[in-house]
């Protein structure tokens, strides 16, 4: 457990580091060019560059050992920032306002990479789980990644508002390449194991290590099959695809919407705030963990999750936005925990890296689409729908009329949408055949071993 707590602190820098960078660019972007299209994009090229990288990382993180995995994530996202440092310094600030620049999104594109380099990461902070923490204790190390998580998510909101509004952008590239170099130097001391061996004997008898054979490549179709002989894992997965689907609209729209009530330091801070509920999340669960069903947890805090998108931006307050964004915050580590859980008991070991870069693939390919197609939405539907249009004379009287109208109603439409599915899921055949499969192998866990002869 200590060499998995010193892993953690270091990539708990590691995750600031990266979440610094890219929330900063993306205040940054609107703030300069002022256009919600180009923070959707930016949006639906992370979630996309996310969905791709998925399957090749799983594979890494399953390949080769982890610490070296885990230094090939921070040395990408160090050479990346200090690239994207130097195009910045080069351009003119002309340039740089102009949504359309190429120079500019060469910028977005190569810090957006740098930041995805930790995902390497979190792929392989999930096995390690499984390597240095036992079986019973699992579901409460996921809440403690859930927690550094929180802590990553609150410390970046805070510096990176700050940052772009005090200091700009030249700043907080120098901090994330002398940060990186710290996260290199300090995982380089550290010793971290990796899955032991399982022997098995050749037709001759000779002794041969099944991850030999397991370590070939990205092999999608054995992780397919891997993921099929588990009844409702699919299903699972496909679940978190929709939500993702959903929440690509929450992701592209949120921080113009925030901007659009208050400044761009109060909305740092702000989120800074709010980032305590996944801390808060995190740390219920890493004391008390998910009980003896998580998928039922999750269900659950799905369930209040949706609900919550539903109302909170029923009118223009930012006190309504925060206090529904921080029950929805604490609630992320325990859906996440849970799926990290499940995946964890039901899939073989030696898998578990590529099964968790196939999920997490599958799960974000829907969110580009929507934050691709959302942002063109919003702007030339509802936004005028609620500007000029019938919804300002139909609902305006009491749900207020404006830009910021515009993408409250669509993310009330969405959270609608999102607590229908959720409610049908939890009565579907997958649901019940993964809740079953959990329960099974918790039993079969907890029967005594055979006396020797």
Known sequence: MKTFHLILANSLVAFVVNNFVWFAVTFWVFLETRSVIATSIMAGVFTLTVAFSGFLLGSLVDRYPKKRVMMLSSVVSLVLYTIAGLIFITTSSEELKDASSVRLWVFIVLTLLGAIGGNLRGIAISTLVTILVPEDERDKANGLVGTANGVAFLGASIFSGLAVGYLGMSWVLGIAVVASLLVIAHLATLTIPGFPKKIRHSHDGEPEHEHDHDHQGVDVRGTIRAIRLVPGLFGLIFFHTFNNFLGGIFMSLMDAYGLLLVSVQVWGILWGVLSLGFIVGGMVVAKYGLGKNPLRTLFLANIVMWTICSVFTLQASIVLLAIGMFVWLCLIPAVEAAEQTILQKVVEPERQGRVFGFAQSVE?????????????????????????????????????????RGLALLFTVAGLIGLAVTLLAMRSNAYRSLSERYTKEEQEQELPEPTPA
């Open 364 to 404: 974000q390919a829907a969110s580009p689409i929507t934050a691709f197609l959302i942002g063109p939405i919003a702007q030339l539907i509802f936004i005028p729908f609620m500007t000029t249009g019938a919804g300002a004379d139909t609902i305006g009287a009491w749900f207020g009329t404006g830009t910021d």
